[in-house]
């Protein structure tokens, strides 16, 4: 059975008014979004319905499937694991008791729980709207220009692409295991648990050392054509007047919600 390459692209391309904007302040409202919703207070679900509506509106604007954003922002999910021992730490009201251990779940709690779960749930999605429609090259350029320090730059740019090479690599190596196993007709294949336990552990480490090998093929390769470790790219983008508008107004916007959350 055929096993495809477990990443894949981030990217959707588009010709909306979103893919088109300049992907430094792309990335500054992203980062200015998820610190919003960090800071809003628990229990402010006005606010958070507030801060919401820019994502619907980005949503409509970059023509993105709604499937796409639904499933990707289930990353969001685990987030809720981490946070329900806040609703029965979390002094308030009693809800429930949970019987036989007596824990005492709290109205208090509950709005924690849920407070984290939002805000976890709208920071992937402005995320993932910045990576569905800003080309990885673009974020890297993008990052390099808002000063990030390069060897960052360079070890996202690295991470990202030998991903798929990494990732290529896994797929022969189940392609061989694959083709070198026999299934009897009515019983499985592969003995024991322990056994594909051993087999998955000598796949890992054929692959830590494929992945060492071609990294040190890459690096003599990057040094043989002058590379220092800097980033360079052919093209600059120049800052365009209107999209500085639209950044400063929806910053506006975010700070107003903050002010209007708080008081």
């Known amino acids: 059975m055929s096993i495809g390459v477990p990443f894949s692209e981030r990217y959707q391309a588009g010709s909306s008014l979103i893919h088109n904007m300049d992907a430094r302040l792309k990335l ?12 809003t207070p628990v229990g402010h679900w006005l606010a958070f319905g507030l801060l919401a509506a820019p994502l619907a509106v980005a949503v409509a604007a970059s023509r993105l ?20 021992p806040l609703l029965f730490t979390k002094d308030g009201d009693t809800l429930f008791t949970l019987q036989p251990f007596g824990w005492t779940a709290s109205e ?14 709208l920071s992937v999605v402005a995320a993932i709207i910045l990576t569905a429609t800003t080309p990885a090259l673009e974020l890297l350029r993008a990052m390099r220009a808002l000063a990030v320090p390069r060897i960052l730059v360079a070890t996202v740019s690295f991470m990202y692409r030998y991903l798929f090479v990494i990732a290529e690599e896994a797929q022969r190596l189940l ?78 916007y975010m700070a107003g919600v903050q002010v209007y959350a708080r008081y």
């Open 108 to 121: 208090q709690g509950l709005a924690a729980v849920l407070t984290i779960l939002t805000k976890s749930w």
């Open 65 to 84: 499937p709604a499937l796409l954003i639904v499933r990707r922002s289930a990353l969001a999910l685990p987030f809720i694991v981490v946070a329900i």
């Open 175 to 252: 392609r061989a295991r694959d083709s070198r196993s026999a299934r009897l007709e009515g019983r499985r294949c592969g003995g024991s648990v322990w056994w594909r336990a051993g087999v998955l552990g000598h796949m890992v480490g054929s692959l830590f050392l494929r992945s060492y090998e071609r990294s040190e093929r890459v690096y003599a390769a990057m040094q043989a054509r002058g590379y220092d470790g800097e980033l360079r790219f052919l093209r600059h983008s120049v800052w365009r007047l209107a999209e500085i508008a639209v950044a400063v107004a929806l910053v506006l």
């Open 28 to 39: 500054l409202l992203t980062l200015a979004y998820v610190f919003a919703a960090t800071l």
